[in-house]
């Protein structure tokens, strides 16, 4: 993200009618700020990221993922601004930091980057306290490692923990289909990496709950096959029993152990399973009888599904007991008016389900309040289609036409916050992986 | 390609034209031959003389007649041909989200299963297509579900199943790369392709 720094300007006038080149020990600040609001009660706290020299890479990174976590005001310094060099001394007590000027400009939260000794040196300040809350240091792969902007991105999920108790989702990927490639990309829609072929068609990636693996349909002369791909490297993997018809819309169950699909037929289209840890014990959970049975979605406890099915006309979310019993509607519609629903996706706390209906013959995403089995549409603007729920369950990614061609947008759906991701070419069906862990991280297949 | 038989009968006029023509064009030179001298002889050649030339002439004629004729039967029996694998891979099409056969295709498919009926070595994959408009996934399914429908037309109509193959391409390959209503009507609908027994293929 860059920052304008004519917004800057016309902001600094404001800034300096306080007495900011009085204070800060090291630098004066010379351009102005945003002035934000200080922690009150319905207003996201302030949070600045102090610059200060070296570090601009995972800096920016940091910065970008902190403003993309949605749980704060992000206060812009320009990057003369902050601390010297010797900021950070191993062994000495932290330089005082002119607290006072921080809550001028509306910080509840500082964060200190700086090169140490054993890595780099993390240091929260909680500028309403006027002390230092978190420090940390961490050793940090080179910038041209593979694994530096993951691990960027895993030191933003903790400073969002430091402040709010609960991780960011910095740390995660989407996966999504331009020019029926499947591609990964980072959360902050950087570092695109190609998963599937350039001569293959392919559909539809559904990430295993632990991020190593990715399920995809692969379509060739109007059929298709369930591939599993080992993103550490391995071999693929065909999906039991799909070999022959078109296999569609691939989910792995919250274990990870089952996938569940759907395969159309001449008798229709219906959802299967199979045990994708033996590679066996395909079952048929739905019998459809010409109507459509597909786009299966596991509530995170693994016991229900949502689905959706043609049962009684056009598309609508239905749902059932993992073993294909209980089938019930979902999410109500009024027959003969509402339109076609699809592409549900069930959120992480199991509290709503995720779809897009169409709306004037427009997809629109709605949520599914699943207790109250109340829906509310979220966006009007355009087409807005494929919603996947991002691992906090309050952002979701969806594929919208609002800038002209289909690309992916990210919205916060507490705060209504919306943004793009850039990707060239038209992209479709994105799918959010959980947090990503360990040894996954760094793995390019 | 319903109005065959009317074909066949203008055909056959035509021939019989070419047959008539044949047989008349000859024999105009003749009245030129009229004896004009006393030389017997002379006479005597030139009469044989015109004679020979009038049953060259006819001959020509008649060679040019035939080879007129065998050349219409063969434009004809491609144009049979063309007919047929017009009939057998026209389209059918799809109201919006829907899989039902339109009332305005029926026709179109029985003539498929006409053709099938009389050609036992014919076998068709049946792709069913959807516009862009609606889910990607879902147009799978729909699309599906639209090449399962004919197919179900045509063995209703006694085509054995076995001899139907059903696939989908969803949105995924548009006939009309328009983004407009006629596009989209123009991409809601099912391919036919021969896979087997296409040649020699007979009227029903």
Known sequence: MTYTRSALLATLVLAAASPLAAQDSTKTIDQGVRVGITYTPGVRPGLVVIPGPGLDSLRAIVQRDLDFSDRFEMLVLPPTAGLPSDAFRPGLAPPPLNYQLYRTLGASYAVELAAGMGGTLIRLHDVGAGKVLHEATRPFPDQADPGFRLGAHRLSDEIVRWITGTPGIASSRLALVIDRRVWRIDSDGGDITPLTGAGEEALSPAWSPDGRKLAFTLFAGGRGSIVLLDLSGGPRATVPSTNSYLNLTPMFSPDGHTLAFARSSEEGTDIYTADVVQMCCVQRLTVGRYADNLNPTYAPDGRRLAFVSTRAGLPQIYAMASDGTDQELLAPFDYGVTGSSNAPEWSPDGARVVFHREVDRSPQLFLLDVAGGRVRQLTSAGRNEDPTWAPDGRHLAFVSDRSGRRQLWVIDVESGRIRQLNTSGNARLPAWSRRLAGASLTTNP | ?204
């Not at chain 2, 009939?87 to 799809?94: N, Q, Y």
């Open chain 2, 1 to 204: 390609m319903r109005n065959t038989p009317a074909t066949l009968v203008g055909l056959s006029a035509l021939l019989l034209v070419a047959a008539c023509g044949g047989k008349t064009a000859p024999e105009q030179p003749t009245p030129q031959s009229t004896p004009t001298t006393s030389d017997d002889a002379a006479m005597r050649r030139a009469r044989q003389d015109s004679i020979d030339a009038a049953a060259r002439a006819r001959a020509d004629a008649e060679a040019r007649a035939k080879a007129d004729a065998e050349a219409r039967a063969r434009s004809d029996a491609s144009g049979m041909r063309t007919s047929l694998m017009d009939a057998i891979t026209s389209k059918v099409h799809f109201d919006y989200d829907k899989a039902d056969i339109r009332s305005d295709d029926e026709a179109a498919l029985d003539r498929k299963a006409a053709i099938l009926a009389a050609n036992s070595g014919l076998r068709l994959k049946i792709a069913g297509n959807a516009d862009e408009r609606g889910s990607d996934e879902y147009n799978l399914a729909l699309g599906n579900r639209r090449g399962a429908a004919a197919k179900r037309y045509l063995t209703s109509k006694g085509v054995d199943a076995g001899r139907l193959e059903v696939v989908s391409y969803g949105e995924e390959k548009p006939a009309n790369p328009g983004h407009d209503e006629a596009a989209y009507a123009d991409n809601r609908r099912d391919d036919f392709e021969i896979t087997a027994g296409g040649d020699g293929l007979v009227q029903p």
